[in-house]
């Protein structure tokens, strides 16, 4: 499965943006899925993941409150609601297994590059 992101810009602190995730290739349908991201100089961590079947969801706890991961059957959506400067980052999504963020089923897309000014 090809990943393919968009919904990116740049905004100020205390912003929103709305980050989508379609699969160009393939489909996502029956797996969990995750958003990541990567700052500069920084490893590529998790910030968020939902189930195959929506019912269960993780954020990690710099965006707890802030961030929502949601998907419908085609999508997977990252709402991002007071974005702060450490926000800045590209973002990728990609298909994993539940809560085993070191393996990933789908290809690595592009990204879609978030940018928070103070």
């Known amino acids: 499965v090809q990943m393919a992101e968009s919904g990116g810009g740049s905004v100020q602190a205390g912003g929103s943006l709305r980050l989508s995730c379609a699969a160009s290739?393939?489909?996502?349908?029956?797996?969990?899925m995750a958003w990541f991201r990567q700052a500069p100089g920084k490893e590529r961590e998790v910030v968020a993941s939902?189930?195959?079947?929506?019912?269960s969801t993780y954020y990690v706890d710099s965006v707890k409150g802030r961030f929502t991961i949601s998907r419908d059957n085609a999508k997977v959506y990252l709402q991002m609601n007071n974005l702060k400067s450490e926000d800045t980052a590209i973002y990728y999504c990609?298909?994993?297994?539940?809560?085993?963020?070191?393996?990933?089923?789908?290809?690595w897309g592009q990204g879609t590059q978030v940018t928070v000014s103070s």
């Open positions: 939902i189930s195959w079947l929506s019912d």
């Open positions: 290739r393939g489909t996502f349908s029956e797996y969990a």
């Open positions: 990609n298909a994993v297994p539940w809560a085993d963020y070191d393996h990933t089923f789908g290809s």
